[in-house]
């Protein structure tokens, strides 16, 4: 699997960092379809296991929601690189979500968004989360970017 | 042309259905004139999910030069009009 952006990469476009960053790498990026897919691999060490469950391992739909917004920033910073490069406020609009699977450690989550609609002031993506070819979440994510604020 | 302004109307009204489904506006509140942010409290994420319903409703893509002009009903309509005209 061809490595696209690596994990310094990620780290100049989204402003997630450990233990809260849910994207490895980059592996797909199709700025004609506005598409990219990206790899968390899952692993034990992952810090929401410890208590999500207790000898029952298994990654919140949350964190995976998550996931699936942190590559819809780099797909927004794919689309509109003279926003991004200025490092805005992302924030969730709304979120539909399915769950289809559980996925535990050691599995490979494939977090793959497409445009529906990016502006320079937000968007509108459907993402997809599989583990092999089994699709463990698919959603639907409105997002807003703003300008970040000085802050005190 | 009789027969097409007449079509308009009804567009009229399946717009102001669709606004009113993602902004959980009830219709008669929806006035054509209203601004959209001062008068019906409309975010710019809602506005951005009203363009992609109309866009998906009616195949058309609204440029985004355009979204900013976007302040109330009738504004709407003045942009769908044209689009369906060509």
Known sequence: MQTIWNIDKIQEVLPQRPPFLFVDKV????????????IKNVTINDYFFKGHFPRNPVM??????EALAQASIILF???KP???SKHPDYLFGKVEAKFHRIVKPGDVLFLEVEKKKILSG???VSGRALVKDEIAVSSQITFGVKPKKSRL | MAKKKVNFEKIKEEIKKLISEITE??????KDGADFTKDLGIDSMMALEMVAAIEKKYKI???EE????IRNLKSIYEILEKKLKK
């Open chain 1, 27 to 38: 592996v797909e990026i199709d700025t004609v379809k506005g598409k990219v897919v990206c």
């Open chain 1, 60 to 65: 919140p739909g949350v964190i995976m929601i």
């Open chain 1, 77 to 79: 910073a794919v689309l």
């Open chain 1, 82 to 84: 003279e926003v991004a």
């Open chain 1, 122 to 124: 937000g968007g509108i």
């Open chain 2, 25 to 30: 506006i009830p219709i008669d509140e929806l």
């Open chain 2, 61 to 63: 893509v609204v440029p």
């Open chain 2, 66 to 69: 355009d979204i900013p002009n």
